[in-house]
């Protein structure tokens, strides 16, 4: 089975918290990539980072940053001094062989 | 100056009626996306056209047909429109590099489909 699992459908924080979304995914393909996508309240779908299946070095930019595993097929996302801009729902995902598949997504609601 | 765009934003129908939803993308992308998205926010692709070419053709109902005149436009077609058929529907386009595997999609910013 291929798939992407986001164990936490909703989590919330007060702002400057810093808060890790996960992300562990399943392939039996040798060759894909990984992605996290954000989208706030008003809908739209934003790509935030991909990230290729031989690179496992750590991703930091800004107040996020992604970790990327895959003895544990993990890949997670964490918010740095959470703010409540960064509201939103997220999502993982995973590009093989002539598939994509999104997780679930993670609600993240972030309290002044 | 839109990546990827979708028309109408809005849709507002009756039961029984057919409708369509227009998408273009002006990144040169060679693949393109169609996507529902539920009330409870799950994604789920429907289809996707590489070069025209259909590619992937999720298990949807047969009154849902896309149709991709050129690879920067992927229309989608309703017949019959349902209530089970309100939600939001997504375009997205990506580049599919040699080995079969589609990089980052872009997405348009959505068609709100409520049917009566």
């Known amino acids: 089975a291929q798939k992407v699992t986001q164990a936490q459908t909703e989590i919330s924080v007060v702002e400057k918290e810093d808060v890790t979304l996960d992300c562990v995914y399943e392939t039996r393909d040798t060759t894909y990539y990984l992605f996290w996508y954000k989208q706030p309240p008003s809908g739209e779908l934003v790509f935030l980072i991909r990230r290729n299946f031989f690179d496992e070095q750590n991703e930091i930019s800004g107040r996020y940053s992604w970790n990327f595993q895959k003895s544990t097929s993990s890949f997670n996302f964490t918010i740095t001094a959470s703010q409540v801009v960064d509201s939103a729902v997220y999502f993982c995902a995973l590009s093989n062989f002539n598939k994509f598949y999104f997780g679930s997504g993670t609600k993240l609601n972030v309290k002044p | ?116």
């Not at chain 2, 939600?87 to 589609?102: D, L, Q």
Request: charged share 20%.
């Open chain 2, 1 to 116: 100056d839109t990546a990827v765009s979708q028309t109408p934003k809005y849709l507002v129908t009756q039961m029984g009626n057919d409708k369509s939803i227009k998408c273009e993308q002006n990144l040169g992308h060679d693949t393109m996306y169609w996507y529902k998205q539920d009330s409870k926010k799950f994604l789920k692709i429907m289809f996707s056209y590489n070069n025209k070419e259909l590619i992937i053709n999720e298990t949807v109902p047969n009154r849902f047909s896309p149709k991709s005149p050129d690879k920067a436009h992927l229309n989608l077609h309703i017949n019959s429109l349902e209530l089970g058929d309100s939600a939001v529907y997504f375009c997205a386009s990506s580049r599919r590099i040699t080995s079969g595997i589609s990089l980052e999609q872009y997405f348009g910013p959505g068609t709100r489909l409520t049917v009566l």
